[in-house]
């Protein structure tokens, strides 16, 4: 089925039929649309028997949706607070806790095999998250922004040198976890930042 609504839908065939009462090729017609052309003949031949009555979308086959929208939309907001909001110890949504957190609420059985599908039409996606130290004070970040950083360029063009230097750790274990959160929108966690075994380097540039 195509993609878009009912109304979408309809829209989409009577601009079809629009244009090829202006004399432009069925070809055409189906590129500017992003259609294919077969798309456009039973088109054509429908509005040539029905009118614009043949033109109207029919409701899509299949199962009703399990969640109404009103339902989907608290769903998504029940996610986005976070699993530790709904009673887990970590910070990452699984399947299998999407289906608990949906039967909670809602009484309704999922699959996890199929609630994936779901997430993607309320928004979301599968994503790695990433690691913030519980220990990072945002406060302190922006003051040292703020006033040390502004020292600092300033000693610079004093002919001061500024030397920029990074430490990084390599864990010993592989981190390939992922959570599901908005698409677009890359969801932190709060990691303790000696809570792993790992190896570190350091490097500083002149």
Not at 2 to 13: I, K, M
Not at 36 to 52: I, N
Not at 74 to 85: C, D, Q, S, T
Not at 151 to 162: E, F, I
């Amino acid at each position: 089925r195509p993609q878009g609504s009912s109304a979408e839908l309809e829209r989409r065939r009577l601009r079809a039929i629009d244009l090829l009462q202006r004399k432009i090729p069925v070809h055409a017609v189906a590129e500017r649309l992003g259609v294919d052309r077969r798309s456009v003949r039973r088109w054509k031949r429908a509005h040539r028997r029905q009118g614009r009555a043949g033109l109207r979308a029919r409701p899509a086959p299949g199962r009703p949706p399990k969640l109404t929208p009103q339902q989907r939309h608290r769903l998504a907001r029940l996610v986005i607070a976070g699993p530790e909001a709904a009673g887990y110890r970590t910070h990452l949504w699984t399947c299998r806790r999407i289906v608990a957190l949906i039967r909670e609420h809602f009484d309704v059985v999922y699959h996890p095999d199929h609630v994936g599908r779901l997430l993607r039409a309320c928004g979301f996606s599968p994503q790695r998250p990433q690691p913030r130290a519980k220990e990072r004070d945002d406060q302190r970040v922006r003051e040292w922004i703020r006033v040390d950083w502004a020292t600092v360029k300033k000693l610079r063009r004093r002919g001061a040198h500024l030397i920029c230097l990074d430490e990084t750790g390599f864990m010993m274990m592989p981190v390939l976890r992922r959570t599901w959160a908005p698409c677009g929108a890359t969801p932190t966690v709060p990691v303790r930042a000696r809570s792993h075994e790992k190896v570190s380097g350091i490097g500083a540039l002149l």
